[in-house]
């Protein structure tokens, strides 16, 4: 009788063991939690992060019957998850990601930053301790001091195609290191506006066909376009093999400089009172940065990028800590450093600019509206899109830039467009 006692104390020491105590904070296993959770709730768990074996103290404790979304971060602040919503009744568990936020902590922050200035005195206040902090955090001007001096730039053969040319460049950045782009040009003569293209990170690079219809496109319209490979990227990457530093930040800036004043310095056709920038996804995050740092610009047309919420989830967009300039800014407060020169946002559904319409722009218009210059920022949303440079946004592009540098709208065809191979871009 005894020897069953002692097997039967054995077989409940670990049910002990694991009862919720004060002794024991009131752990509990996480994935217990989690599936009652689900059970509660009725919404399901996706997971981004290894969850075997944790616990979870004060467990019941962090639980919120009104509200499963508060139980998730009250959870997932104490392992540095973060919880993001991908449908009505899904939830996936992810690290915590330092450029990434909900919506909802967007329009805290445009809230907070709009008590800052209620006037154009005000804002310009602002915008000039922005500029300078974010030029300062970004380290472009210690970079551009040490680039390779003189560099004498290689270019390929002009290819000539209907409406436009297509040269490729390569310039020496830093000793063995190269920035690699694409010129491409109206074949009709005289002074011409200039877009400066940072690219985003669609694959294959700047070689695929959607960045070499709009390029072209756009200079079949009349406009001359250079894009250029991220660093580590393309061509690139035969130099430099890791992409995701915080020096592609800085790398990435730079490239954009290197080529304007490359473009400014050796060609006549360019009508310097016409100068864009235009970008997509991690492009359209170069775009803004550009326009912070260099005020020759005239016109900008981020796509696919701008939001409240998200720095960007590269490194080239966020390693360096840019976003902390002023006390804590962030991309659309950046954008409104650009006012009153015209500006065009593409946003769509899909993506983390869903929120433009409702949020980002009507900040941007409060900015622009201290100039009375309203009409200069616009907003094409297209709600049932994804993330890419599709055919709309492209024309979106297309009519802004038609707009804002008279460019020929006759010549918007992009069946005119030579999509070349990819072997033809690298320079012998």
């Known amino acids: 009788m005894r020897k069953l006692y002692v097997i039967v104390a054995a077989m409940l020491m670990p049910l002990a063991a694991a009862a919720q105590s004060y002794e024991n904070h009131y752990e509990r296993s996480f994935s ?28 019941d404790w962090r639980i919120r019957a009104y509200s499963i979304e508060e139980t998730l971060t009250n959870i997932c602040k104490y392992y540095d998850f973060n919880w993001w919503k991908q449908g009505e009744k899904t ?18 922050m445009l809230d907070y930053l709009s008590t800052l200035y209620s006037n154009k005195e005000e804002w310009e206040k602002r915008r000039k301790v922005l500029r300078k902090e974010v030029r300062e955090r970004l380290g472009i001007d210690k970079l551009m ?15 000539k195609y209907d409406g436009y040319s297509m040269q490729h460049i390569r310039i020496e950045m830093t000793p063995g290191e190269h920035v690699f782009g694409t010129i491409y040009a109206p074949l009709t003569k005289g002074k011409h506006p200039l877009i400066i293209c940072p690219d985003g990170h ?67 056709d360019i009508d310097r009172s016409r100068i864009g920038v235009n970008g ?18 005239t016109a900008a047309a981020p796509t696919v990028n701008l939001a409240s919420h998200f720095d960007g989830g590269c490194p080239c967009e966020s390693g360096m800590p840019v976003q902390r300039a002023g006390g804590g800014t962030c991309n659309p407060e950046q954008a409104a450093c650009f006012a009153p020169l015209p500006m065009l946002i593409v946003s769509d559904g899909g993506d983390w600019t869903s929120s433009v319409p409702e949020l980002e722009f009507p900040y941007l218009q409060r900015v622009y509206g201290f100039y009375g210059a309203q009409d200069k920022v616009r907003n094409v ?48």
């Open 202 to 268: 669609w694959s294959p690079g700047r070689e695929r066909a959607d960045e070499q219809t709009r390029l072209a496109t756009l200079a079949r319209m009349g406009a001359i376009c250079v894009d250029f490979d991220l660093y580590a990227w393309g061509q690139s990457k035969a130099e430099v093999k890791n992409h995701e530093t915080s020096r592609a930040h800085r790398m990435q800036a730079a490239y954009g400089l290197r080529l304007l004043n490359y473009m400014l310095d050796n060609r006549k």
């Open 91 to 108: 939830y996936k568990i992810k690290p915590y990601e330092y450029p990434r936020r909900h919506v909802e902590e967007g329009k805290k």
């Open 145 to 159: 001091d040490s680039l390779v001096k003189n560099a004498k730039p290689v270019l390929s053969k002009v290819k």
């Open 381 to 428: 949303h297209l709600a049932n899109e994804r993330h890419d440079f599709g055919p709309n946004k492209r024309s979106a592009v297309y009519e802004f830039f038609a707009d804002v540098f008279a460019l020929d709208r006759s010549k918007i065809d992009e069946s005119k467009v030579t999509v070349v191979d990819a072997s033809d871009f690298v320079i012998k």
């Open 280 to 297: 997509g996804s991690g492009g359209g995050t170069h775009t803004i940065l550009l326009t912070m740092i260099d005020d020759r610009f």
């Open 32 to 59: 217990d939690v989690m599936n009652e959770l689900q059970k509660t709730y009725k919404v399901k768990f996706k997971y981004n992060v290894d969850t075997a074996g944790l616990r979870l103290p004060y467990a």
